[in-house]
């Protein structure tokens, strides 16, 4: 059975017509995932998103088959729950929210209703999420809300989309959202796979970090972060669910908690939950989608007014594009040249006072950044402009939030060279080297995280900071898209390499060593968290 399809691994998928669209990216071809416990599980052929594809049938015995599942299972305690509302509210603080009015969107009473008292806060209305989307449900007037908590219901809601967008229309401005619920990203559903509880009857959809992100995006909401819900359990509680699940080693981590002293077992312990916590602020779409093309450049005087009439020529389809030009003080006449498209309606050019590198530069493009979409472009013409729109489509129609422009692997667009064989397999070698790393590192397995060709949704990059100069800045761009939850999917495109003659820039001595180091220490390092200044 596998819980996931990689974006990394494939295109798109063939799959038979559903009978109503994916929440996420409206498509209606589904896949076949798999079934447990009487339950049949599709998959979106588009976005991946893992649905309920039929009812249970009545005569199944869902809790016989899922042992787990059964209703006297102890899964959690007052104090379990009370700790979990503090977090919730403190995920909301970090968003800039200390109190206000807040819908409160869940099926029974929780704890957080009391910590929401106490922090200030008022709960405008509670209610349960398919009840918010019957036309005579209007106890809210639109914009009275300074945010909305939705605990475990956004997975069983018939109709997500339509939901988010009421909740939407509920917030101010800038109000905030949080989502509470299970995810196929958790290390439980990992280690457990068919065992895992959270297979439910009443769960309609499975949502990754990617697909409910691609969700709220097509609801309205912007700068999306998520993070793992950590919960404080006592060793009892984990024994008792370790009995309950089915399997041997379950039975065996039960048997050696059964061993640890009454007082030990009672201890309380923060562990990874199935659940994930959501956060989103409502904003204001655009009339139609802005994709942000950040040009660096630096001695490519040989190439780079081709490169601007083609790409300024270039039409994007049901999209705006705005060129971001990123001179770095060239000593070859690339600065003049750049000069000449500086009043161009669609150009913003940023003048360096000196070359700090390309790494450098595409942050400095990043900053000037507007777009729904980013796209970095070289000023050489190595790549084909004419894969924009293929690159861009996955994007557009929310299939994934990150695209990678993969230039190896396919058949018909092959990497090209100038220079012999020499210089090609040398680079090739140290590419499968280098990508093995990184995949070993980051449990991935892409074709090509080296690519220029990255593009992806603006809103990927909240809550990220960046810090390389040079080449390495190309690596520490993906760890921390990956370490955000973002796999990409990977689309070929054309590729012809210069040679070092014709001004090829990458140190074959120095760099490799950069990229390995920087991709060893963004594995670890902590991401830095959203910010309150929206």
């Not at 809300?145 to 009421?166: G, K, N, S, W, Y």
């Not at 129609?397 to 990497?415: I, T, W």
């Amino acid at each position: 059975m596998s819980l996931r399809v990689s974006p990394a691994s494939r295109l798109r998928q063939r799959g038979r017509p559903g009978t109503s669209p994916c929440p996420v990216c409206g498509e209606t071809r589904r896949t076949y995932g798999f079934s447990i416990h009487g339950m049949s599980l599709q998959r979106c052929a588009n976005c991946n998103l893992l649905m309920l594809s039929q009812p249970l049938p009545e005569s199944a015995d869902w809790e016989t088959a899922n042992p787990a599942g059964k209703s006297g299972l102890p899964w959690t305690d007052e104090i379990t729950e009370r700790d979990a509302a503090r977090g919730y509210l403190a995920a909301l603080r970090s968003r800039g929210v200390a109190g206000g009015r807040m819908l409160f969107v869940t099926a029974g009473d929780h704890p957080v209703r009391g910590a929401i008292a106490e922090s200030g806060g008022t709960i405008g209305s509670q209610v349960a999420i398919d009840d918010l989307l019957d036309p005579g449900w209007q106890r809210l007037q639109p914009g009275s809300c300074d945010a909305a908590l939705v605990l475990f219901q956004i997975e069983q809601c018939a109709e997500p989309l339509e939901a988010l967008t009421r909740i939407r229309g509920l917030l101010r401005p800038d109000g905030v959202v949080m989502l509470v619920m299970p995810t196929l990203d958790a290390p439980p559903v990992r280690w457990l796979g068919p065992k895992w509880t959270g297979w439910r009857p009443e769960n309609r959809y499975y949502f990754d970090r990617m697909t409910i992100q691609s969700l709220l995006e097509r609801a309205g909401f912007a700068q999306v972060w998520t993070e793992p819900d950590r919960r404080l359990y006592t060793l009892q509680h984990v024994r008792a669910r370790a009995a309950n699940t089915p399997g041997a080693a379950a039975r065996l981590s039960s048997a050696g908690l059964g061993w640890l002293p009454a007082p030990v077992r009672r201890r309380r312990v923060r562990l990874a939950s199935s659940s994930l916590i959501v956060t989103a602020v409502r904003r204001e779409p655009r009339e139609r989608p802005l994709c942000s093309i950040i040009v660096p450049a630096f001695n490519e005087a040989a190439t780079f007014a081709d490169l601007m009439d083609a790409l300024l020529a270039k039409q994007l389809l049901d999209m705006d594009k705005e060129v971001i030009i990123v001179e770095s003080n060239s000593t070859d006449g690339t600065r003049d040249l750049a000069l000449r498209y500086r009043d161009h309606p669609e150009v913003t050019l940023v003048l360096e006072d000196k070359p700090r590198g390309k790494g450098h530069a595409v942050r400095r493009g990043i900053e000037e950044a507007r777009g729904d979409f980013v796209m970095i472009q070289d000023a050489d013409l190595e790549y084909d402009l004419n894969d924009y729109d293929e690159l861009l489509e996955p994007l557009v129609s929310h299939a994934v939030p990150f695209v990678l422009g993969r230039r190896h692997g396919n058949a018909l667009k092959m990497r090209q060279f100038k220079d012999g064989t020499v210089l090609p397999t040398m680079l090739n070698v140290g590419h499968i080297v280098l990508t093995t790393l990184f995949n070993a590192l980051y449990q991935e397995r892409m074709q090509d995280p080296f690519t220029m060709y990255k593009v992806f949704r603006r809103d990927c990059l909240y809550g990220l900071e960046f810090e390389c100069n040079r080449f390495d800045f190309d690596v520490e761009l993906v760890s921390k898209l990956l370490r955000k939850g973002y796999s990409p999917l990977e689309v070929p495109v054309n590729y012809r390499a210069r040679s070092f003659e014709e001004g090829k820039k990458v140190s074959m001595l120095r760099d490799p060593w950069t990229w390995v180091r920087a991709a060893i220490k963004y594995r670890r390092q902590p991401l830095p968290g959203p910010r309150t200044d929206r």
